[in-house]
């Protein structure tokens, strides 16, 4: 562009010595000439001068014009770049600001999918709800803890996938342990109780004072356990209210329930069937830890048949038969009733693999395959 | 307590030294906890540091033995040596009585070094250069215990010396005959207006309690065919620790229980220890295990408290001796195996009886 201006700025010089030149030269003006054709020819040609002369003049003008419109529009579209940049910026900060607060979430987006969720098939139907209106019966005994799989589930049902992120809930009846052991340890998981109680995304009932009278008998348990059930059910149906249409049921230890009740476990089974009623009303999960080995004997057996028939998912930890080490903490045993395949026939899956317990995870693997 | 050294997580808090006044007998622990001694140094060491604050520890007696009297005494022995408040109950007619068989403190190490020393002349010929920097360091642990004695988290107990009066009676020590009580309901009551006097607060630990329950199903209570009022008393009484300073040793005898009843109670234990005693004439165990006669009975450890954390604590050996050194201190020591003259195979045929045997006992876990 400056070039071909500078190249005009030129001609236009040219032309004006031109001009010049022949002024000085013109014999009209000179006085010389006398002839009427050759002063009309001068007078055309001078016309025509000035006509190109206003031509070039409208020419260059449009020409700075165009000029002006094309570095408007560069301008624009760098501005709009920038904003663009701007956003992005903004955007990655905001990002790992949240997962700087909240590490769970960073699980999440690069989620780890090791070997208890496969069993489960929380990775089926695309992370979507994938416990949804289903009972999981965790089974322990003396020698391992099943706790830590409760654990995993609570974490999991807190921090699901990002669609259903404000959507999912959780109702957690606290039997064994205080609110605080909860708060420490999944807050090591990456999950803080405390914060999502004060979202009211967690409703917690401690439980652990909770003592059915004995003196009356089994008349004073079953309202006990009915007004548990109320208060749970009002927890759930003022949290459907809230939209929070992913809701989790978790009892952590159904044989202190029942303790709680003097051992009348027909009442607790009640209780149980009762929840089990949230489940199809709300389409909630019901998580419940139970302990295995003491229900071995007659008078037992019943109570542990019965809630396992209620269940669709069975996790069962057991120790080692050759005894505990420090690198393999147990194996665990996952069962999956009722899954319908496309042909309409259920069939049930059954996992097996060992596991080793840390602060922030567990380490899942087939047996032998410990690196 | 070496699985949570190894594997330190990110998110466990750093607690400060300063940020809890530090009174008699208590430790901080890792995950927020406190921990006071169960009055048998070896134990502590086994456990990571001792009995976590708001934490139940039961123990499976011998029911021909009188082993958990041991455990009982040093326990209750120690609270009482730190200034703690006990509330002791037990099925006996007269419980104070229990008091005067208490063990005493002994002052200092000093007095069991001895012992000790002849030894390591011989053993350490090879790490002769070594024995400058130990004898050093146990000065100082003897310098410690003569200047700042009442500081020491936990004492060595001379089993024949009776403990001094002045710490029975210096502060509140409440006992109960569970004989007399028709139910356990006055027993809780009782507990629970104890235990209120020490409620946990953040950060700071002003007090300690401890609570010894002995034989608490014993069949001479009135309410030994209630086994779901003594469960729900037992859940009660571990809901209450929860939330105070205190720690409850409470020993039971299994075999009077159905198995079913016996697995409910383990499982209510934060920590679930069982003794066994030894039979004086067992030549087959007496050839399998060296300083057979010096042993007094096995304890074995089938829990380990862990408050405020999922990984489960896995002990390099669950089985113990129990030997009274000197006749005097109460000793836990790893069991070893005697040397066996012959082939391997068969060393390898007595491991396995050895294993058997120590894991033989009706209604303890096999681990």
Redesign the interface.
Known sequence: MDFELQKRCKEAEERITIISEEFEQDPFIMGVSNDASILIRAIRNLSKEKMSLAMEVSEFLQSKIAERASAEEALRLAMMEMQLQIQRLERERRRNCTLAKIPGERMDLRRPCNLLDQALGLEEHGGLKPLAGAVVLIEDC????G??VL?HLIKRSLSPSSLLLNSSALVFIAFS??F??YD??L??LGCNLSAQRENRRLVFFDM??F?CP?ETGGKAVEAGLASLFQKVQDAVSSLVAEEKNCITVVMDDV??ME??A??YSDDVLNFMHYCHTLTSDFGCTLIALN?E?????P??SMTLLQMEYMADVLVRTE?LAT????DV?GQLTISRRKIPERQGISRGRMHNFHFR????NVEYFYPGTLS | MD?MKT?P????RNVPSTSTPQIPGVKTGP??TAFVSSGIPDLDKILGGGFSLGSLVIVMEDPEAPHHMLLLRNFMSQGLVHNQPLLYASPAKDPKGFLGTLPSPVSSRTEKSPGYEPVEDKGLRIAWQYKKYFHGSQQTINNQGAIENKHEYGHDFDLRKPLQRQFITAQKVECISLQDCPDL?AVRDLCAAFLAQFPRKDGSISSVARIAIQSLCAPECSYFNR???M??FI??LR??L??TNAVAVVTFPPSVL????S??W??MADA?LSVRAIQDEDKDLAKLLTGYQDMVGLLSI??VI???????V?LEATTFSMKLQKRRYLALECLNQAPVDGSSGSLYSTSGSCSITTSSKPGS???
């Open positions: 003396v020698e391992t803890s706790a830590f654990h342990q205080p605080s052991h420490r340890v807050r090591k652990l004072m003592q004995d044989s202190l303790v709680a003097n051992g302990h080995d003491i229900y071995y004997g008078e037992g120790p005894g505990s080490a420090a903490h317990v840390k602060e922030n | 699985a594997r997580s990110s998110f466990s995950n927020g309901s086994e779901w009022h469960l729900s859940k009660i809901s209450m929860r939330s159905s198995p079913s009843f697995k409910r383990q499982h679930l089938h829990k862990r408050t405020n954390t999922q990984v489960p896995i876990l096999d681990f």
